[in-house]
């Protein structure tokens, strides 16, 4: 019982800084500061929580699954990741479009893990999907 505890406590201290960056991420955002924020956040990504986005956009998925039960990250916090790198795209789309569209890619594969492994199709992430489809459909458009 006390080790449950134990590990639920570290599931929610990790759910607070997670929240944390990310929040701060996008207050900076707003600020115009975007690529700062960016560089902020994925440092603090790695010192904090011991999460690579680099790994993250990259890595097949049965190995980022691993990777995240290793973590101990909750389907929540892959969806709060979800929204980080759904950002991420989105400040790229001018910049590199085609990066941009693997990006968002990475996030509606990352939405389809949180859905597996949770068993649960809410939604909320139905129409985060949808969005990520209609930017999808504005890059390959666009190209």
Do not use: C, W
């Not at 607070?16 to 902020?40: D, V, W, Y």
């Not at 929204?83 to 594969?109: G, T």
């Not at 389809?112 to 985060?128: G, L």
């Amino acid at each position: 019982m006390e080790r449950r505890d134990i590990l639920k406590d570290q599931i929610e201290q990790f759910g607070r800084a997670l929240g944390s960056i990310i929040a701060n991420f996008f207050q900076l955002k707003l600020k115009g500061k975007t690529a700062q924020g960016i560089e902020i956040a994925n440092e603090q990504f790695k010192t904090q929580l011991d999460l690579d986005i680099d790994y993250i956009l990259e890595s097949d998925l049965e190995t980022l699954q691993v990777y995240f039960q290793e973590r101990k990250v909750s389907v929540q916090n892959i969806e709060e990741l979800v929204d980080y790198i759904v950002a991420l795209a989105e400040s790229k789309i001018d910049i590199d479009p085609n990066h941009s569209a693997a990006i968002f890619e990475r996030a509606l594969a990352l939405y389809t893990m949180a859905t597996r492994i949770s068993k649960i199709y809410p939604f909320s992430r139905i129409q985060k999907e949808q969005n990520i489809r209609n930017l999808l459909l504005k890059i390959t458009a666009d190209l």
